[in-house]
């Protein structure tokens, strides 16, 4: 199976939160990553977390990590449509910290 | 401060031929990695040069190779390519070695090709 697993599809509504989820196999992961990608766009880094720990908070998103179920997603508050992207999940381990990434999640909001 | 440039935006290339991308790291930035992203995917790491040598590569066949110059710009390089190659390629930069969660993603290079 896929090292990194998203669902692929989300709709809100704008000003509801978001949430998306991504799921990973490799235990030895270091860093988790939120990448988010505009059309025609590259990746933009949005957020990482280390896994030795639970949560990371930066203004509207929202990170939670569960690690004995290999569990990641990410919360956005009050979504707006400039939030309309693909988001990609990411971990990185070992010495080089070279992300695996998941097929992206699109988020569409709509008004 | 510029970010990460790739060139050409496009391209087109029929099955067989050969194709060179090219990318600027971003200032200060050491080290470039190499992304393939197919339609609907996410991307996969082909190779990272830091210091002009290969640091790392990903599970792409030797006619995928590149390289790094002195003032840290990379390229590319497909030979022989075959239609599952169309993809946009992106490369990324960062200022130290291994260091994923700094790395600056350029727009990327859309190769189609028929």
């Known amino acids: 199976g896929e090292d990194v697993e998203q669902s692929l599809f989300l709709s809100v509504r704008e000003g509801d939160s978001s949430v998306i989820n991504c799921t990973y196999t490799d235990s030895s992961s270091t860093y988790l990553y939120w990448y988010k990608q505009e059309p025609g766009a590259g990746l933009q880094l949005l957020t990482y977390i ?11 998103l929202t990170v939670l990590l569960n690690k004995k179920d290999k569990h990641l997603s990410l919360r956005i508050a009050d979504t707006q449509t400039g939030d309309s992207a693909i988001y990609f999940c990411a971990e990185g381990s070992g010495g080089s910290y070279i992300p695996t990434f998941g097929r992206g999640t699109s988020l569409i909001v709509h008004p | 401060e510029t970010g990460v440039t790739q060139s050409p935006t496009h391209l087109i290339k029929t099955r067989g031929q050969q194709v060179t991308l090219r990318c600027s790291s971003q200032s200060g930035h050491n080290t470039v990695s190499w992304y393939q992203q197919a339609l ?14 290969e640091n790392g590569r990903g599970n ?10 002195p003032n840290y710009s990379s390229e590319l390089n497909v030979n022989a390519l075959e239609l599952d190659d169309s993809a946009l390629y992106l490369c990324a930069s960062s200022p130290t070695r291994g260091e994923g969660y700094e790395q600056y993603f350029g727009p990327g290079t859309r190769l189609t090709v028929t």
């Open chain 1, 50 to 60: 280390f896994s030795n720990m639970d949560m990371k908070q930066d203004q509207r």
């Open chain 2, 40 to 53: 609907g995917q996410g991307p996969q790491f082909i190779f990272q040069y830091y210091r002009e040598e």
């Open chain 2, 60 to 69: 792409f066949p030797p006619r995928f190779s590149g390289l790094q110059f």
